[in-house]
């Protein structure tokens, strides 16, 4: 990954953590309102038109985001370090006829499941704490952080706290792994092109250069740095609204694994699920058989809006800071010297 091992890790764990701290406090009232629009409180009751919680759909859009805080930081930091290490790993391990693409998403489905490990408590926890009823929330805890009594509804759910826990990391990855093997190899493939394009155009300029691999300074550092969060978040956001459409029925699946189901909320109905336990495909099962193919795809836009907001501004910013604690000339070549 370049010269000095360390600082280079150093510089990875920096950049992703500060990434994903600036995305999730931006995005994470879109994440609230798909969890909201996906669990079964949002779906209208036997004999009535309304659900039980669209009177006030808007309400406390950052419930359980203490949590996510706690847990992305690691996690961004995990997932980023383990996807650069193993990109590297596979491009020297692998055949060199292998295609980029399949390397890319080898080294991001490695670096899901290190990081699923460390997001999926607080995802249990954080999507339980979206649909936190207003009666819970403003009880005799109504003080307390909306993260921490999400955390009393999910350990005091029978005793079954490890078999939820490992129940949400399998949905989780079931729902990741499919988005990023579909996300980072259309992201390089993406950004590879936009470079591609900056060249062509900067070509057709005689004399005036290139902003090569030298170290730059002031202004001319200010605008690479612009222009490479520019054209990695345009790749990003572009990719992941294709691979966020796709994976929605499996992100609707993990959504109703992971509720336990306030009553509040869903007026009994999740709880029993909960307390007797299903699979993925028996969730997938009772949606299509509630609401037909569009339960699956319940959300579908909303998941598309926030996750090409969050990936344009994820990758965006962690290549930006990446290069600037590096102290080096943003890269402004094919996809691999952006990344590498």
Not at 91 to 104: E, K, T
Not at 302 to 324: D, F, H, I
């Amino acid at each position: 990954m370049g010269t000095g091992e360390d600082g280079t890790s150093r510089e990875v764990l920096l950049a992703g953590a500060a990434a994903a701290f600036t995305v999730d406090m931006l995005v994470y009232p879109l994440d609230t309102i798909k969890t909201r629009y996906q669990s079964q409180g949002y779906l209208p009751r036997q004999g009535t038109e309304k659900s039980s919680l669209s009177r006030n759909p808007l309400r406390g859009l950052y419930q359980g985001v203490g949590s996510v805080v706690v847990a992305t930081l690691p996690a961004a930091a995990i997932f980023f370090l383990t996807y650069e290490t193993a990109k590297s790993t596979f491009g020297f391990a692998l055949p060199s006829a292998m295609p980029q693409p399949a390397v890319h998403a080898l080294a991001s489905g490695c670096a899901e499941l290190a990081s699923c490990a460390v997001l999926t408590p607080a995802e249990v926890i954080k999507q339980n704490a979206q649909i936190l009823s207003e009666s819970r929330r403003e009880g005799k805890r109504g003080r307390e952080s909306t993260s921490l009594q999400a955390l009393r509804v999910v350990w005091g759910s029978d005793g079954r706290v490890t078999r939820r826990m490992l129940a949400g990391y399998s949905a989780l990855v079931v729902r990741n792994l499919p988005f990023t093997a579909l996300h980072f190899p259309m992201f390089e493939f993406f950004r590879g092109r936009l470079w591609e394009q900056r060249h062509r155009r900067e070509s057709a300029f005689e004399g005036r250069g290139r902003v090569g691999s030298r170290p730059i300074n002031g202004d001319r550092l200010s605008t690479g740095l612009i222009e490479l969060g520019a054209v990695t978040g345009a790749a990003a956001a572009a990719s992941g609204a294709i691979a966020a459409f796709a994976t929605t029925p499996t992100d609707a699946v993990k959504t109703r694994m992971m509720l336990l189901g306030d009553d509040a909320v869903a007026g009994g109905r999740q709880d029993r699920q909960a307390k007797t336990g299903t699979s993925g495909f028996r969730v997938a099962k009772a949606i299509l058989r509630e609401t037909g193919i569009r339960g699956l795809f319940r959300g579908a836009m909303l998941r598309v809006a926030w996750t090409a907001l969050g990936s344009g501004l994820y990758l965006g910013s962690y290549e930006m800071a990446k290069s600037w604690l590096k102290g080096d000339s943003p890269p402004t070549g094919n996809a691999e010297r952006v990344s590498a």
